[in-house]
């Protein structure tokens, strides 16, 4: 028998600080380019065309000695039970011996390290004097996305809201936006005055609302998308040089957020290759044969290396396409365990 | 957040007993049948050659209302690190919400459906007069391929063990063997005691240790092969008409535990198909063009159903190649989870 350890939804929301994510996010990266991680291959499965499905995505991070798996379920008659549509976890194993050491919501760790994954994309792809984020997407993702965004980006001055369904929607979200980043994302920094006002700062710009995307995206210097869209909803006409894309809502065939044609003459970068053009924003673009997969400049963990340059000039347009791999899922989770552990926290089961 | 339960391995192995795990198993076999059951595809990974892998079998019984895995990892090193070299878990989740309804040890859960497996082969496919059971392999499988045959044949007068690598093993097997199925398998029946009589009975046999595997086989009625071997330890012209074979060993490429020229002239059925062809028993007997994949008569959920009959007549030689599908332990894991909650075991996380 060995002990395991269960961490439940609010303790894994309390245990994560986005700053830590980050930084452990390109730890996954890296490692995955340096040959000491490895994705398995992704099982899907419909349980009904259009209302529920489950995916399975699991991986080898042996730099970090962990192996597991994350299951996210999608049930979408789950509101009207008072149950949440998306339901997950994720499960960690010492991957030295094959012991399972715990496992928790998977949730809050989807949040944080989808919001990670777009902050670092506008780190090593946007223009470092960026000034104007455009957030498309207005739902659970937008706080994360946002937060990771002035942790990497120091001169944002304005977030723009797009909400492709509802400007409404947008626009509430926005006359909170500050009070809900403050809320949700400081309480880890309180002992630490300094990073706690330097992001008290960054997070006192401007929120703004919008239902002209084309102007948006005309005035914008890092979009990133986090929608469940299945139509382009950016034109690559309205874009102009020097902008960079973090695309974070493809993650299954079908799903598509910006104008394909952008891919011909931007340079592409992904988290995983073969992810990108199974089920990425990459997808349409190489099956249209707009790009092909050797036009894809290298997976993130390259840059973050040095071993690749992310953008050449100010001119360029860069996308950067995270799908989410199983690797930011269980280095987040590999972290939470340890630290529920040096601070007691979760239930200790045997198995 | 979800009530989560996790029991662990003692206790899963107190809340089965080998009769129910029987009829749980033909009843997962039947809802595939009735497409009320699906396998997802497998995932297998290497961490070293022949030294450390890991499986996640998935799947979906629509019949049961449950979803969900089966994770089981092997470290050939791991004894020497007082750790078993296999080690595993069940998660279920509910496939009308996508709730996560409990977790627990796989190994319980493994040998009880397999062992289940080898004895329902049996109960359709050999004759039912049967009296001679040769099992090959005298390792932890042994006792429940024994019990589950002793459950569903009537008849059986004698086992037979044989262990390729050690007689002394099978011998100090079959030493201990009365005591050692009355120990493990018959405490859930002693408030029943006609079912507990009659079993007693059965058990009241001759078990022999042979290390000369052509005679045994030639006596002979059913042959189970439980063993990791990765070439064929019966041969064709050993085989006496009439001979049933469950063949349980045979999990992953490479393995085989039969003489591939057995599958031209015997009626070949299979747990799933896809599974068999890919990393089962069936595997080299379709490489080698022996036979192809429309010589497997069905799949033994329709002969459970009676849809499809078994043996023809008292000379067929039947192979029935087990490899061991999700199902089994999804419809196994479930039912300890509703005894555990009935009896209030395992420990309840929130998740």
Known sequence: MFPFRVIDEASVRKLLDMKNVIELVER??????????????????????????????????????????????????NPSKELPALVGFVMVLDSDTGVPKGMMSGEPVTLMRTGAAGGIGA????????ENLLLVGS?????????A??????????????????YERAAA???????KLKTMFLPPYQNDQELYQTLLDRIDIEYVATDNIRAATEEADII??????????????????????SCVGADMAGKQE?????????????????????VGETKVAVQKGLITQNDIISEIGSVILGKTPGRL????????????????????????????????IGTVAQL
């Open 28 to 77: 996954a990266y890296t490692l995955k380019e340096q040959k000491e991680a490895s994705l398995f291959p992704m099982v899907f499965h419909e349980f009904a065309p259009g209302k529920a499905d489950m995916d399975i995505k699991s991986g080898h991070l042996k730099g970090a000695h962990i192996f597991g798996l994350k299951l996210v379920s999608w049930f979408g008659d």
């Open 123 to 130: 780190k090593y792809f946007a223009r470092p004097e960026s």
């Open 139 to 147: 739902g659970h993702l937008a706080p994360y996305e946002i937060m």
């Open 149 to 166: 965004t002035l942790l990497t980006m120091k001169h944002i001055k304005k977030v723009t809201v797009y909400n492709a369904n509802s």
């Open 173 to 179: 979200f926005c006359a909170t936006a500050k009070d």
């Open 224 to 245: 990133i998308t986090a929608t469940p869209s299945h139509k382009p909803i950016i034109m690559k006409e309205w874009v102009k040089p020097g902008t960079h894309f």
């Open 258 to 278: 910006i104008d394909e044609n952008l891919f011909s003459s931007a340079r592409v970068f992904v988290d995983d290759v073969t992810q990108a053009i199974n």
């Open 313 to 344: 000039s100010d001119q360029d347009i860069t996308i950067y396409d995270s799908t989410g791999i199983s690797l930011q899922d269980l280095i987040t989770a590999d972290y939470v365990l340890k630290k529920a552990e040096e601070q007691g």
